[in-house]
């Protein structure tokens, strides 16, 4: 049985803080990484690890392929239009609960939607800095992740099917560049792994957009 409360994805490691119990071992608020996870199990001669622990294991597999691939579709890219297409769409297909994904990019204190896919379009094609849930989160930098966008102020609705979103910025080696949109259909669709795993993409993105700007 075994509890973390972290993740880092960018140095390809499990880097957590966990309470886990394993055997008669019982390690408490420590950082370790996959290896020292498996330490204490050998030495007590089990052969499975902690369920939960198995299945954070195998996310974080999962996030590192995914975003291996989307890297890998932004240098497939002829353009640099094509190339943030191809990343929403493969973004997109990585998950149900991603139902509409778009980049907006910073120009002159506006969002400007420069990529999507979904069932319908978007008529919040240009967001002032200060507005919504998108400009809040390029202002304040921080990522934003609505459980329930009725319940939020700053949402400004684009379909009457979203019931959650986060916004992810993009941040540049000086300002923040833009951001990832995603919508979902289903309440609190998003977690802490969704939030980590998107803040890695969206590295990736700041990456490109900086060598292509
Ligand atoms: N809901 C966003 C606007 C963009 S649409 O979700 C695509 C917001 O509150 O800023």
């Known amino acids: 049985m075994g509890f973390c409360s972290s ?71 002829t353009t640099r239009k094509s190339a943030l297409q191809s990343f929403v769409e493969t973004l997109r297909k990585m998950d149900t609960r991603y139902n509409w994904v778009g980049i907006y990019l910073v120009r002159d204190g506006n969002l400007l939607l420069e990529s999507w896919v979904g069932e319908q379009a978007t008529e919040h094609v240009t967001i002032p800095l200060g507005q919504g849930v998108c400009g809040y989160a390029a202002s304040s930098g921080e990522t934003v992740n609505v459980p329930d966008v009725n319940k939020d102020p700053r949402y400004l609705m684009c379909f009457p099917s979203t019931k959650s979103e986060i916004v992810v910025p993009i941040h540049g080696e000086k300002n923040v560049l833009g951001e990832i949109d995603i919508d979902s259909d289903k309440v609190a669709a998003f977690t802490m792994l969704d939030e980590r795993f998107l803040e890695e993409a969206a590295k990736i993105l700041a990456g490109f957009l900086e060598r292509t700007s």
């Open 7 to 77: 993740f880092d994805f960018s140095n390809a490691s499990l880097l957590q803080s966990c309470h886990l119990i394993s055997g008669n071992v019982i390690l408490q608020k420590t950082e370790f990484r996959q290896n020292d996870i498996r330490a204490p199990a050998r030495s007590t001669g089990l052969t499975t690890l902690p369920r939960q622990v198995m299945n954070e294991q195998s996310k974080e597999k999962l996030s590192e392929k995914n975003l291996h691939e989307l890297r890998g579709v932004l240098g497939k890219g």
